[in-house]
């Protein structure tokens, strides 16, 4: 890829996307990161021979412009660099992947008429397995949507949703989604130690179990429902655990438990678009 893409915030998830883009072979002579940090911005230059700058408004000459900082700092930060864009007269591509900040929000902070992403990634990106919800505002063409996605998929699968709100549920799938399969593997190896295993060895088979089930899933052409069926014999164990996990309403309470991720991403955008003074 041609294209030169510059960071503003080079932690964690830049960290992840810079890794992945320079595998996937995009020079690192065309990736800048803009981070108020020193070391870290040695860590970056050292680590993948990137530009590094500690002022935001280098970033506006590259082609895309990936906004990485936590979402309580996006509205300062974009605010910071609006005049500069009006008087460049640049239009560069914004990728926001700042968990739960609206798009009309971010344009709104950039002084208006941008063009902008937004990404909804999940932690698995850490280790390039993510799974990423993408949205583009209507400024947007599909040349700079191919770039966006080519992106994210340096750090796993991408998804474009049609409308900004589907990103809420994708917070409550894949955003939150992790934690929930940590959680059921934490009860199912305390549920292993009880019925007398090593917590080693508990742990063990539940993570291998977890990675083969997924795996499973992953690769065959059946869905999830057919899958459990086939490993559910007629007065079997798994049946009877089956069984009791159903009586106990465990559907409708992943159904809530997701309902209630969603609600709280509403609320949190909303606390988060909010204009400060
Ligand atoms: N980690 C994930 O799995 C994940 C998943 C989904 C979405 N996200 C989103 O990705 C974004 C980044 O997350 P992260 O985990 O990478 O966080 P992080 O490691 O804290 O990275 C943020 C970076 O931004 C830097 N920064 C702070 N103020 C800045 C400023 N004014 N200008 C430029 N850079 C600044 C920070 O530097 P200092 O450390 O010096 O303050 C830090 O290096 C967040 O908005 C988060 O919602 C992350």
Redesign the pocket.
């Known amino acids: 890829m041609n294209t030169t893409i510059a960071f ?8 992840s996307l810079i890794g992945g883009l320079i595998s996937s072979s995009a020079p690192a002579a065309n990736i800048m990161v ?4 020193q070391e ?1 911005r040695s860590r970056l230059q050292q680590e993948f021979a990137v530009h590094t700058t500690a002022d ?1 408004s280098d970033t506006l000459n590259a082609d895309v412009v990936i906004l ?4 309580q ?2 509205q ?2 974009c605010r910071a660099l609006s005049e500069t864009l009006n008087q460049s007269g640049r239009q560069p591509l914004f990728i926001s ?4 900040v609206r798009s009309d929000d971010i344009d709104r902070w950039l002084g208006g008429n941008r063009v902008i992403v937004r990404a ?4 698995p ?2 280790l390039a397995s993510g799974a990423t919800g993408l949205y583009a505002n209507p400024r947007v063409n599909a040349a700079q949507q191919t770039v966006a996605e080519t992106i994210l998929q340096a750090v796993g699968i991408t998804l474009w949703v049609n409308e900004e709100d589907e990103l809420d549920a994708v917070t409550a799938v894949s ?1 939150s989604g992790p934690a929930y399969f940590f959680l059921l593997m934490e009860a199912m190896q305390q549920a292993g130690v009880k019925l007398g295993l090593t917590p080693e060895t508990a742990e063990k088979l539940v993570i291998q179990t977890a990675l083969g089930a997924a795996q499973m899933a992953d690769h065959s052409e059946m869905d999830a429902a057919t899958l459990r069926a086939q490993v559910t014999s007629k007065g079997g164990t798994t049946e009877q655990a089956i069984n009791h996990f159903q009586q106990a309403g465990f559907e409708p309470l992943v159904e809530s438990a997701m309902q209630a991720a969603y609600d709280r991403s509403r609320t949190l955008a909303n606390e988060l678009g909010k204009d400060q003074s």
């Open positions: 503003i915030g080079g932690g964690n998830m830049a960290a803009a981070e108020p940090d870290q935001n990485a900082v936590k979402p700092l996006l300062i930060v992947i700042a968990a739960g909804m990634p999940n932690t990106s850490l955003g």
